[in-house]
């Protein structure tokens, strides 16, 4: 695969308050880019305090993609969306909203706010997969990657 | 005085009033009219009166002329003339009808004794002519007769002297005559002193005459001019006596019943001028009173119907008027305009209750209004929560259902590569996920069941509620270290005692879930009271919560941490179970703090609960 031999740092910041979902959607990150570390947070305001000391310290890496589920504890999917999006540099990377809700007033508030992508968690056995897959193929083509590296690059 | 008729009457009263006022002025110029007729007719009486007066004074001054002129002349037609004159005014004065006039009964008896008086005139005038023109010529003419035959007996014998006297008793005798006619032609008594003396001269001288010739032939003719001489003189003196008579009549009685007469009929003239001028200033008099009485009653009327008029349209206005600012407020749809009080059953007061009518309809509509409005706002909120609902049932819901069907997955995967184990391994996160889903759906059947099952409310005495609750956790309690304290007494509140139990459950069982002070956990049951409401509330010395989430938690899955236990329905189901008791729940808290919840009731009268 392509994306493999791209970028060797990558890492997906997963902010979701389901564990279950968190430990599948981990698999099959791994399970398709085995080289992508996913970091896990379980609530907005944890996965808030986390970018911005990326950001403060440069110690770590900018997460390449940040997969956002909506219905969180302390700050909601849009809390967090409109935070990073406001912040001159997080708002290059790009979000993914990554949800059960279908409800558009959630898909409204979340493409306003500036999310990159809006994506529903899938509901049958291979379709997590497939998902995972093509959320990552097409993030790998896009040019953010190159800028996320640059950001990098730069710290 | 007619604020008690109905509007139509007032009108009808005002009109009759002005009618019989007007019928009043009516009467009294009426009255006013015969008054003054009789007052004319008087006068044209009393005018009528004083012309006859009048006519009869000038009258009696004819008769009295016509008299003179008898009286003098003798002419028969004087004496017609007067009788025919005095018939007229005796016609006049009866036809006049005046007899029971006081003045005109004195004049006609005055007249009458007039006339009496002329006839008794008359008589003597008649005599005295017969006297004067017969006997007194006749025996003049046969004394003298019988004194020429006696000159002549005596003319041969008789010597110069005798012859003389002979001749100067003849101028005498001739004399007599001439003094007698003068005396009845002029009346002057001198002449009949004249008369007097030749008589009795020649009476005189012919006795003188009678001694000388004695017993002679001629003698005889002597005393027979003697004889008539005397005769004569007897003649003479009545004719004198009657002519004296008449005039004493004429002169005296006549003219002082003429007097009489034309006095009263003067007096009566001035009388009835008096009593003419009397009527015409009374008259005049009540002519001015009258115009005057007039001027002032009509002036009062005038001010009467005006008062009248204003009172009328002053008690019918006014009223309307307030009732016309009354009825544009109303139309405005104002509730609260004060409605002008009226208690006449009449035509406004029939307004006034429309007015109260279209006020209470006013305040139905408000009313309406303002309940449609909490309805279409209930409503709205109803929709809202119904939405956020479902978002929330159906997010929660497919949950877990990612859940299976992503670990579903990766079993497929896992067993494709034959790693089985650790395939089955991922099973129970299978299972988990749908027992937490059959959870869920019995939590969301248990939340749609508040108020609509266990919904009957009794008197629930909460000591005895709080004390069973208390034994029922002491297990519990007592192996977490967990106090449980009540401050206070409780009251007794009219619910349902399951869904309180609930909430207490809840609530107790957050506490407990959350509870992580080192000291020791404590949780405070106390009540207090305010005016309309019981409160009663949970006090932990928990973890709190920060203020942002206030709220948050009572909605229905939301959850503060989700490493803990349950699916975070249970302050959801309280808030249901308070709202279905008109009451509310929420809690005052501070992050380390701990929280304190509090449950309001509304206090409910006995009546009311039954």
Same mark, same amino acid.
């Given at each position: 695969?392509?994306?493999?031999?791209?970028?060797?740092?990558?890492?997906?910041?997963?902010?979701?308050?389901?564990?279950?979902?968190?430990?599948?959607?981990?698999?099959?990150?791994?399970?398709?880019?085995?080289? *992508?570390?996913?970091?896990?947070?379980?609530?907005?305001?944890?996965?808030?305090?986390?970018?911005?000391? +990326?950001?403060?310290?440069?110690?770590?890496?900018?997460?390449?993609?940040?997969?956002?589920?909506?219905?969180?504890?302390?700050?909601?999917?849009?809390? $967090?969306?409109?935070?990073?999006?406001?912040?001159?540099?997080?708002?290059?990377?790009?979000? @993914?909203?990554?949800?059960?809700?279908?409800?558009?007033?959630?898909?409204?508030?979340?493409?306003?706010?500036?999310?990159?992508?809006?994506?529903?968690?899938?509901?049958?056995?291979?379709?997590?997969?497939?998902?995972?897959?093509?959320? +990552?193929?097409?993030?790998?083509?896009?040019?953010?990657?190159?800028?996320?590296?640059?950001?990098?690059?730069?710290? | 005085?007619?604020?008690?008729?109905?509007?139509?009457?007032?009108?009808?009263?005002?009109?009759?009033? =002005?009618?019989?006022?007007?019928?009043?002025?009516?009467?009294?110029?009426?009255?006013?009219?015969?008054?003054?007729?009789?007052?004319?007719?008087?006068?044209?009486?009393?005018?009528?009166?004083?012309?006859?007066?009048?006519?009869?004074?000038?009258?009696?001054?004819? +008769?009295? %002329?016509?008299?003179? *002129?008898?009286?003098?002349?003798?002419?028969?037609?004087?004496?017609?003339?007067?009788?025919?004159?005095?018939?007229?005014?005796?016609?006049?004065?009866?036809?006049?009808?005046?007899?029971?006039?006081?003045?005109?009964?004195?004049?006609?008896?005055?007249?009458?004794?007039?006339?009496?008086?002329?006839?008794? @005139?008359?008589?003597?005038?008649?005599?005295?002519?017969?006297? $004067?023109?017969?006997?007194? %010529?006749?025996?003049?003419?046969?004394?003298?007769?019988?004194?020429?035959?006696?000159?002549?007996?005596?003319?041969? #014998?008789?010597?110069?002297?005798?012859?003389?006297?002979?001749?100067?008793?003849?101028?005498?005798?001739?004399?007599?005559?001439?003094?007698?006619?003068?005396?009845?032609?002029?009346?002057?008594?001198?002449?009949?002193?004249?008369?007097?003396?030749? /008589?009795?001269?020649?009476?005189?001288?012919?006795?003188?005459?009678?001694?000388?010739?004695?017993?002679?032939?001629?003698?005889?003719?002597?005393?027979?001019?003697?004889?008539?001489?005397?005769?004569?003189?007897?003649?003479?003196?009545?004719?004198?006596?009657?002519?004296?008579?008449?005039?004493?009549? $004429?002169?005296?009685?006549?003219?002082?019943?003429?007097?009489?007469?034309?006095?009263?009929?003067?007096?009566?003239?001035?009388?009835?001028?008096?009593?003419?001028?009397?009527?015409?200033?009374?008259?005049?008099?009540?002519?001015?009173? @009258?115009?005057? /009485?007039?001027?002032?009653?009509?002036?009062?009327?005038?001010?009467? =119907?005006?008062?009248?008029?204003?009172?009328?349209?002053?008690?019918?206005?006014?009223? /309307?008027?307030?009732?016309?600012?009354?009825?544009?407020?109303?139309?405005?749809?104002?509730?609260?305009?004060?409605?002008?009080?009226?208690?006449?059953?009449?035509?406004?007061?029939?307004?006034?209750?429309?007015?109260?009518?279209?006020?209470?309809?006013?305040?139905?509509?408000?009313?309406?209004?303002?309940?449609?409005?909490?309805?279409?706002?209930?409503?709205?909120?109803?929709?809202?929560?119904?939405?956020?609902?479902?978002?929330?049932?159906?997010?929660?819901?497919?949950?877990?259902?990612?859940?299976?069907?992503?670990?579903?997955?990766?079993?497929?995967? !896992?067993?494709?590569?034959?790693?089985?184990?650790?395939?089955?391994?991922?099973?129970?996160?299978?299972?988990?996920?749908?027992?937490?889903?059959?959870?869920?759906?019995?939590? !969301?059947?248990?939340?749609?069941?508040?108020?609509?099952?266990?919904?009957?409310?009794?008197?629930?005495?909460?000591?005895?509620?709080?004390?069973?609750?208390?034994?029922?956790?002491?297990?519990?309690?007592?192996?977490?270290?967990?106090?449980?304290?009540?401050?206070?007494?409780?009251?007794?509140?009219?619910?349902?005692? #399951?869904?309180?139990?609930?909430?207490?459950?809840?609530?107790?069982?957050?506490?407990?879930?959350?509870?992580?002070?080192?000291?020791?956990?404590?949780?405070? /049951?106390?009540?207090?009271?305010?005016?309309?409401?019981?409160?009663?509330?949970?006090?932990?010395?928990?973890?709190? *919560?920060?203020?942002?989430?206030?709220?948050?938690?009572?909605?229905?899955?939301?959850?503060?941490?989700?490493?803990?236990?349950?699916?975070?329905?249970?302050?959801?189901?309280?808030?249901? $179970?308070?709202?279905?008791?008109?009451?509310?729940?929420?809690?005052?808290?501070?992050?380390?703090?701990?929280?304190?919840?509090?449950?309001?009731?509304?206090?409910?009268?006995?009546?009311?609960?039954?």
């Amino acid at each position: 695969m392509s994306s493999k031999k791209e970028t060797n740092n990558r890492t997906i910041l997963l902010i979701e308050d389901n564990e279950d979902h968190a430990e599948i959607t981990r698999f099959y990150v791994n399970e398709y880019a085995a080289d *992508i570390k996913v970091v896990w947070l379980n609530d907005g305001k944890a996965a808030m305090d986390h970018i911005l000391e +990326i950001n403060e310290n440069r110690e770590q890496s900018y997460p390449w993609l940040i997969l956002l589920d909506i219905k969180l504890p302390k700050y909601n999917g849009h809390e $967090v969306l409109s935070r990073l999006k406001s912040n001159q540099t997080l708002r290059e990377i790009p979000v @993914v909203m990554f949800t059960t809700s279908t409800s558009n007033q959630d898909i409204d508030a979340a493409l306003k706010g500036g999310a990159n992508s809006y994506i529903q968690k899938p509901i049958e056995p291979d379709g997590y997969a497939f998902t995972i897959a093509k959320i +990552i193929d097409y993030w790998s083509l896009n040019q953010h990657g190159i800028i996320v590296d640059n950001l990098n690059k730069h710290a | 005085m007619f604020k008690k008729l109905k509007l139509k009457n007032r009108i009808y009263t005002g009109f009759i009033t =002005i009618g019989l006022i007007s019928l009043g002025m009516a009467l009294v110029s009426i009255v006013t009219f015969y008054y003054a007729n009789d007052n004319f007719s008087y006068f044209v009486q009393s005018s009528s009166k004083s012309h006859l007066a009048l006519s009869i004074s000038r009258d009696v001054l004819e +008769i009295q %002329r016509q008299a003179l *002129i008898y009286t003098h002349e003798g002419h028969q037609s004087a004496a017609d003339r007067m009788h025919e004159i005095y018939q007229r005014i005796s016609a006049q004065i009866k036809q006049e009808n005046q007899q029971d006039s006081k003045y005109f009964q004195e004049i006609i008896k005055h007249l009458d004794t007039y006339v009496e008086t002329f006839k008794q @005139v008359q008589q003597q005038r008649t005599r005295q002519v017969t006297l $004067v023109n017969t006997e007194i %010529r006749s025996l003049a003419s046969e004394a003298e007769n019988h004194f020429l035959k006696h000159i002549e007996q005596t003319s041969s #014998s008789a010597d110069i002297s005798a012859q003389l006297n002979n001749q100067r008793i003849l101028s005498s005798l001739l004399l007599i005559e001439k003094y007698a006619m003068r005396y009845f032609d002029l009346l002057d008594s001198k002449d009949i002193v004249l008369a007097k003396e030749s /008589i009795f001269r020649v009476q005189n001288s012919l006795h003188a005459l009678q001694k000388q010739h004695g017993a002679q032939l001629t003698a005889e003719h002597i005393l027979q001019t003697i004889q008539y001489m005397n005769n004569y003189e007897q003649v003479f003196l009545e004719a004198v006596q009657r002519t004296r008579g008449y005039l004493i009549l $004429v002169n005296v009685v006549m003219s002082a019943e003429a007097y009489e007469i034309i006095y009263r009929s003067k007096r009566m003239g001035r009388q009835l001028e008096q009593e003419m001028n009397m009527i015409e200033a009374n008259t005049l008099a009540l002519m001015q009173q @009258v115009i005057t /009485i007039m001027l002032l009653s009509g002036a009062t009327f005038l001010i009467l =119907i005006t008062l009248f008029s204003i009172l009328i349209s002053r008690s019918i206005t006014k009223p /309307i008027a307030r009732l016309t600012d009354t009825f544009i407020a109303l139309a405005k749809g104002s509730h609260q305009t004060k409605i002008p009080t009226y208690e006449i059953q009449d035509e406004i007061g029939a307004l006034t209750k429309a007015a109260i009518v279209f006020k209470e309809k006013n305040k139905q509509t408000e009313d309406l209004l303002t309940q449609s409005k909490q309805l279409t706002a209930d409503l709205a909120r109803s929709n809202d929560e119904l939405e956020q609902f479902v978002y929330t049932v159906s997010h929660d819901l497919k949950s877990p259902l990612v859940t299976s069907m992503g670990f579903i997955g990766i079993i497929q995967k !896992l067993a494709t590569a034959g790693k089985m184990e650790e395939a089955v391994g991922k099973l129970d996160r299978v299972v988990n996920a749908n027992r937490r889903m059959g959870q869920l759906i019995n939590d !969301l059947l248990e939340l749609s069941r508040v108020g609509r099952i266990d919904t009957d409310k009794t008197a629930i005495d909460l000591n005895n509620l709080l004390d069973g609750f208390r034994k029922n956790h002491a297990n519990e309690l007592s192996s977490s270290s967990f106090t449980l304290a009540f401050d206070s007494e409780f009251p007794t509140l009219y619910a349902n005692e #399951s869904r309180i139990l609930q909430v207490f459950e809840n609530l107790l069982g957050n506490a407990l879930k959350y509870a992580t002070n080192p000291n020791g956990s404590v949780i405070n /049951i106390g009540a207090s009271e305010a005016e309309e409401n019981h409160l009663i509330y949970f006090k932990d010395n928990g973890p709190g *919560i920060d203020k942002a989430y206030h709220k948050k938690i009572f909605r229905l899955f939301y959850r503060l941490n989700n490493e803990m236990e349950g699916t975070g329905i249970g302050l959801a189901v309280a808030a249901k $179970v308070m709202k279905f008791h008109n009451g509310s729940i929420w809690v005052e808290s501070k992050p380390n703090n701990g929280a304190t919840f509090w449950l309001k009731f509304p206090k409910i009268n006995e009546e009311t609960k039954q």
